[in-house]
């Protein structure tokens, strides 16, 4: 059978990033092995489901790149064939209805407690013959009595446990609907999935779901439970440890190649690797080098990793990310003809696509204000007037280079006898707005000398109006 995983998340909040690196492992094995990836959205939830997050996990696993052979199956369309396994449970004497009452059943516990058992289900409807009048029965799972369940769990190693810790799961609510671990393994039955990989919070249904599928006579799939991601502290990933949604990543200026590498990394290494093409992971990937505690979560190491990607990635790749976030800064990026030369000084400075888009917009639109710090501290003096000199001299360079405008601010500083900011700072204002920019003479290159010559026209109008 071809290698055949699935990720199945349930629609109920965006897509976690301790999800998606789930996805990402499955997704990994299955194109490392040439197999099928089945993507499956468990909805039986109905009143926890959303349309939004089915489109927020359709969304995430575009961005991330992680395409689907097979799917989205939802579980919610595939009532009715639970309802025939369910049947056929019921028909092979593996499964019996249960009239117990919550009374009965609240009784039977307290009875549990007091004797100092663990509190369990002791399968009395096993043996009834009569049902009673007017009630609905909810389905159990006929589960073995004696016994152990093992499974060589890839990740794990070897677990077992005894079949006396394990009651008779209830496989279909009173009103018919069946639950979480029966659908599970209809599902993963029926989809012919070889390798469940999810996280090891769910290593406590393996052996029920194990039991169910022995009795379906289905062949066992193996499995894979990941260690869980935890935030610094110690708990559980969650939003008070920042961004976990997917998307948020996305809308922060992450690239979505920096998210995967780093969701890779995040419990699985190769050696002191840090950065892996798509190919290196698909080809490296194996669960031997998956570790067994949990991982970390290090917002700094996703946040330098994106830097390395962003550095690393060709401006057309860096554009086709950046494009949305331009657009959202009223930008079309399609439209600037030095886009290119703007990518390439900024690049290299720039930790986020966000920050990236910060540092460009002012060599694609004009200055519709100054930046009150920088024009306090720089448009002061003699700022007026220098700018006026050096305009002159700009204005008649030949070629407009860096290096010849790099030489035009050395002359006017040693004639002048002043520092390189003394120009530099209110020249970064009259061009950028403020008193940060790339290195001023590539500036000054890529915007132009029309640009350039308008805008010191306009800064010095300004300052005239400030004296
Ligand atoms: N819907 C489950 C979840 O989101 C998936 C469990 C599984 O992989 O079997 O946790």
Known sequence: MPVTTRFPPSPTGYLHVGSARTALFSWLYARKHGGRFVLRIEDTDRERSSEESVQAILDGMNWLGLDYDDGPYFQTQRMNRYQEVIDQLLNGGHAY?????????????????ARGDKPRYDGRCRHRNQSPQDTHPVVRFKNPLDGNVVFDDL?????????????????????GTPTYNFTVVVDDMDMRITHVIRGDDHVNNTPRQINILKALGVELPRYAHLP??????????SKRHGAVGVMQYRDDGYLPQALVNYLMRLGWSHGDQEIFTRQEMIELFDFSSVQRGSAVFNPEKLLWLNYEYIKAGTVEEIRDHARWHFENAGIDIDEQANWEEVFRVNQQRSKTLLELVDRSLFFFREIDDYDAKSVKKHFKGQAGEILIEFRGQLERLDPWEPEHIHLCLHHLAERRSIGLGKIAQPLRIAVAGVAVSPPIDETLAILGKEQVLRRIDAAVNYINTMM
């Open 97 to 113: 209805h249960c009239y117990c009452t919550r009374e009965e059943l609240d009784e039977m516990r307290a009875q549990q407690r």
């Open 228 to 237: 869980m991601i935890l935030g610094a502290d110690g708990k559980r990933l």
């Open 155 to 175: 990740v794990k190693g070897r677990i077992i446990i005894s079949n006396n810790e394990l009651d008779d799961l209830i496989i279909a609510r009173s009103d």
